[in-house]
């Protein structure tokens, strides 16, 4: 489609290069002309008399307008209507230190979709995987980002009317890049910096500067959650027994001093602060009490309440009033729950969203982004992420919307349907457990990484027909993947998965069975299913590499293809074991003479739920590293 833009449109100019190819339109003075006008006010998008019109504020909201106007004039020839941003920053959080490290065009695909979306703000949390000169271990091996490409990203982005936001840790969650040697001096725990160090400061000095410099924003998070083991390390052993609110502080209060002198605007994840005040460490502790004294000497710097848990918007507005309490103005961050296995857990985002967002907006909070972390090894694809952005993103721009809605915009901004990406949920909302999935099982992952001859989660599993399910699931996924073509890779796969599991799931717990039943007919007989099943799973590594190549960085995959090798392997062996059992060379085979159990261990199981736990507690009883 052509149009003629009027007005001054010299700002949005190199964005709108950036989008033409995705919008399917062309700049032409023959074109379909549309008034563009910048002023103080709602976001309005019209066309009336064969002539549109977008006036806005922000830039961003350009873009989301242009992206209205042409989603409605595909649809309806006239038509005005205005939006009430609801926030001053709404974005989101992508997490580049699990593994996988997204890729520079991977980013910028990103940033177009929420730029659609009308989404201002996006963070790259970066651990160690940012380049620091003066540290070259630093993000070794790791996928590190270049300063050039996080320029590049900040400034495609900058065009698009979003502001890139470096997110860092100066306290914990730095494990990988305090296990080399050049640490040493400024390690407390294995995850925690040495507080009080000058050593420690002169790196924190170094890490600020490397991570701000790409960026033109002035602000920055500074990380500083989850330290749990503050001051019970090396610290100890310097000094004594601190309080560790004592520590925090002067801790906070060294950093920020950095950051003042570099004249930037800090915020953190304010977790620390109502952990050290609650009796038993709890972050979302109502009773939690901070001291007087430690509130009046938190330094300034902006407070981030992270929760993805709630379901209940009253929570939500006293934990608000709590952290406004603290400190004025505080950022909330909500979860898009990517981290949840190997597939989304959409039921979860969706319900946490809604009350949370409610809240914010009844609380009058002004900033907020979603976060899509990747814990243990970043299985989950990122793109996966699409649907609560967009549900964020409606969420700022409107007090209430319908689901109708919802779906309009996300086939707008993706090109993809929601209802076919809803079908991820799938892979783990299944039998046995309850909707919405707000246990969080992960029955995706347990059934894919599960040892075959071991197999700790089949009693979880008895009598659910999983098999099943998985195999109607992956008809489905194959008529989604020809219906959204742009995404048919990401389709692909998760029918894949659901291919594999339609034999893996169940295939433990019948192998025990027969194992039982001393039949060994029946147990040759399983000897081809185990090859089919070596078979369908090589295919979803393959399947599952050319979809993280696609847009990631290549470090961090081997830890995946390691777990695909961890189960081919196994397979193997089953196989080894059958036939030695078959042919009478043992005469039992002691894995299967094994009772099973319900899991009960980390994450142990609950009502509604199958279960839900971390690789190395799914492969294996014994200890794996």
């Not at 977008?54 to 205005?82: M, P, S």
């Amino acid at each position: 489609m052509k149009l003629h833009l009027t007005g001054d449109i010299s700002q949005v100019e190199k964005g709108l290069e950036q989008l033409l190819k995705d919008l399917g339109i062309e700049l032409a003075k023959e074109g379909h002309r549309i008034q563009v006008s910048q002023r103080k006010g709602p976001l309005s998008v019209k066309n009336e008399n064969q002539e549109g019109e977008i006036l806005f504020q922000e830039k961003i909201h350009f873009f989301r307008g242009l992206g209205l106007w042409l989603e409605h004039f595909a649809a309806e020839k006239d038509f005005n209507f205005v939006e009430y941003p609801q926030f001053t920053m709404q974005g989101a959080m992508l997490d580049s230190s699990r593994n996988a490290v997204m890729t520079v065009d991977g980013i910028k695909n990103l940033l177009r979709n929420i730029a659609m979306m009308g989404l201002n703000t996006l963070m790259v949390y970066t651990e160690d995987t940012y380049t620091v000169k003066e540290y070259p271990y630093f993000g070794y091996m790791r996928g590190r980002y270049t300063e050039e490409e996080l320029k590049e990203c900040d400034q495609y982005a900058a065009n698009l009317g979003i502001e890139m936001i470096p997110c860092i840790q100066t306290l914990a969650h730095l494990t990988e890049a305090l296990k080399w040697n050049y640490a040493i001096p400024i390690r407390d725990t294995a995850d925690i910096l040495l507080a009080g160090a000058k050593a420690t400061y002169t790196f924190l000095e170094h890490l600020i500067e490397a991570a701000s410099r790409p960026f033109q924003s002035k602000r920055i998070h500074i990380g500083m959650d989850e330290a749990h083991q503050l001051g019970l390390g090396k610290y100890l052993d310097k000094h004594g027994y601190e309080k560790r609110f004592d520590i925090m502080n002067k801790h906070l209060q060294e950093v920020t001093a950095i950051t003042e002198s570099k004249k930037l605007q800090p915020m953190i994840w304010s977790d620390m602060y109502f952990r050290l005040g609650s009796k038993h460490g709890g972050y979302y502790d109502v009773e939690s009490e901070i001291p007087e004294s430690v509130v009046s000497s938190i330094p300034n710097t902006q407070l981030v309440y992270w929760d993805y848990y709630h379901d209940d918007e009253q929570f939500y507005r006293t934990f608000i009033r709590k952290h406004k309490a603290l400190k004025d103005n505080p950022v909330f961050a909500g979860g898009v729950w990517t981290w949840n296995g190997i597939s989304p857990n959409y039921g979860k985002a969706f319900v946490t969203t809604e009350a949370a967002l409610r809240a914010c907006k009844k609380e009058k909070v002004q900033e907020i982004f979603v976060t899509m972390w990747g814990d243990n090894g970043a299985e989950t694809p990122m793109m996966t992420a699409l649907p609560v952005l967009q549900l964020f993103a409606e969420h700022a721009y409107h007090t209430t919307f319908s689901e109708e809605h919802l779906q309009k915009r996300f086939h707008f901004c993706t090109g993809a349907h929601l209802d076919d990406f809803m079908l991820f949920n799938q892979l783990d909302e299944t039998p046995g457990v309850d909707k919405d999935n707000l246990q969080t099982s992960n029955p995706s992952k347990l059934l894919l990484w599960q040892d075959i001859l071991i197999g700790l989660y089949d009693e979880n599993i008895k009598g659910l027909s999983l098999n099943k399910h998985y195999a109607i699931l992956a008809a489905k996924l194959e008529q989604a993947a020809k219906r959204n073509t742009d995404w048919s890779l990401l389709f692909y796969f998760y029918r894949q998965l659901s291919h594999v599991l339609s034999i893996k799931a169940e295939l433990g717990r019948n192998l025990k069975e027969t194992y039982d039943k001393q039949n060994r007919e029946r147990l040759q007989e399983m000897i081809p299913i185990l090859e089919e099943v070596k078979e369908r799973v090589d295919t979803l590594r393959k399947t599952h590499r050319t979809l993280w190549f696609s847009f990631n960085k290549p470090f961090g995959w081997e830890i995946i293809e390691i777990r695909y090798g961890g189960v081919l392997a196994r397979i193997e062996t089953v196989m080894y074991r059958l036939n030695q059992y078959i042919d009478g060379d043992i005469n039992k085979i002691d894995e299967l003479e094994e009772e099973r159990l319900y899991f009960e261990g980390p994450y142990p199981m609950q009502t509604g739920s199958l279960g839900r736990n971390l690789y190395h507690r799914i492969v294996t009883a014994g200890n794996l590293s």
